[in-house]
């Protein structure tokens, strides 16, 4: 006699306390019909960025296709061979040098306006997560650093930069007094809210255009801010997922590069492994000396090497270990299951950075792997390095992979259809 089917919204209930149990194979319905739709696990995005780019010749396969020769760093990946792409000549094809951080993910050129005000477009994990946000507890997560994650009127979203708060939010209960504060916090900070944006409305009629421009770029972010506080009013009273990993208590230092990334990959794993959020974006790297055995430059002083020999080879033992790192993390979601398949098949991973030749500040030929997601993947898909493919024209496909029928983003002319 088949065992009796548990629902996916269990909880084991003690003292007042719920904690809620991961995907287990008795939540999978036993009619056909139903089963079929629980193994079609809902697609995840992963965006991983980080700021000093990486060393074309040890990146880049010097053969396309399938039967590609691997560089050295893709040596460190080869685990994973048929379930990712390298893209060589992509760019967003514009100059801003490190200023190009804020487009990497918005595919506009990033112009400052007005002093310190940035003309921008929307990034695409916000693009995606104003679709499947309110699915899950997180809309998105913005990890790590980085000025990349920007809503759709241009505004920056700031990053999450202490791995141990992230865990907290994610994970650790709190006490029953702790959550009725939060929710009276919801509750009062909607109360606010309304009164701020009857204020707004006030003020339109007594300023100048200019000013309700700015007027009406800041009401947008509060509307923004309701719709998130209606959708914590709902988490706040949903039992936090319980994960078998040790509650992070310090955040590693500048110097530890390779600690510090490891555990955002882990919180990132995590947290869609728990189905805490369906967008994530990532942005790692430091400008100091890692701590890495014959490493005794800062990242910054050896990604701008100038050809040096001594300093190509200091840099490629830093960035060799970060795309060892990046394998682990591709790992741990292929190990991961859920409903017949692994994490890493429902997840497009995408790996970049804003600089191609960080040496040189150029923006051109970028370094882009793109992973799991259950794409078509076709080893290394090389594009003209002289005159490249918008790098927005993979963020349609990407768009569509997460079943966002959208015709174009940033400042795509196409679509990558290779993959």
């Known amino acids: 006699m088949p065992a009796p ?30 089963a079929k739709k629980a193994l079609k696990a809902a697609p995840r995005m992963v965006l991983v960025g980080q700021p000093l780019g990486m060393y074309g010749p040890n990146f880049f396969p010097e053969k396309p296709g399938k039967d590609y020769l691997p560089s050295r760093y893709l040596k460190n990946l080869q685990a994973h061979r048929d379930q990712f792409t390298v893209f060589s000549g992509m760019s967003h094809r514009y100059a801003a040098g490190h200023f190009a951080e804020v487009g990497i993910f918005t595919g506009v050129a990033p112009e400052r306006i ?42 920056r979203i700031p990053s999450e930069q202490r791995a141990t708060n ?20 919801v509750k009062d900070g909607q109360s606010i809210l309304d009164d701020v944006g ?17 007027l009406d770029l800041f009401l947008s972010s509060v509307r923004e801010a309701e719709q998130t506080l209606q959708q914590d009013e709902h988490w706040s009273t949903t039992p936090k997922p ?14 530890q590069l390779l600690e510090r990334s490891r555990l955002w990959y882990d919180i990132v794993h995590l947290s869609l492994q728990t189905d805490s959020t369906r967008v994530v974006s ?40 970060e795309i060892k790192l990046f394998g682990e993390f591709l790992e741990k979601m292929k190990q991961s299951q859920e409903g017949g398949q692994s994490l890493l098949d429902h997840t497009a991973v995408l790996y970049t950075s804003n600089l191609g030749n960080s040496s040189s500040h150029d923006n051109n030929n970028l370094p882009i792997l793109l992973a799991g997601g ?20 993979l963020y349609v496909r990407m768009l569509h992979h997460m079943g966002i029928e959208a015709p174009t983003f940033g400042a795509s002319n196409g679509v990558v259809s290779e993959v």
């Open 114 to 155: 007005r002093d310190k005000d940035i003309k921008n477009g929307i990034s695409l994990d916000q693009e995606v997560a104003s679709h499947l946000g309110n699915q899950t507890r997180f809309p998105s997560l913005i990890l790590g650093g980085g000025d990349v994650a920007w809503n759709r009127r241009g505004v």
């Open 5 to 34: 089917r548990l629902d996916r919204r269990t909880f084991l209930r003690s003292s007042g306390i719920a904690i809620g149990l991961p995907f287990l194979e008795a939540m999978i319905p036993a009619s056909a019909n139903e």
């Open 282 to 321: 990532l942005w790692i790297g430091s400008q100091e000396r890692p701590e890495i055995t014959g490493v005794n430059l800062g990242h910054h002083d050896a990604s701008h090497h100038g050809q040096d020999p001594a300093k190509l080879e200091q840099l490629a033992l830093i960035e060799e270990a």
């Open 198 to 214: 009857s204020q707004i409305k006030a003020l339109n009629r007594r300023v100048s255009s200019t000013d309700r421009d700015r």
């Open 166 to 185: 992230v865990f907290k939010r994610l994970f650790i209960a709190g006490t029953p007094e702790e959550e009725a504060r939060e929710l009276q916090r």
């Open 242 to 255: 319980h994960v078998d990993f040790a509650t992070p208590t310090t955040e590693p230092s500048g110097p």
């Open 374 to 393: 259950g794409f078509k993947h076709q080893g290394h898909l090389a594009h003209d390095t002289k005159n490249n493919t918008l790098l927005s024209n």
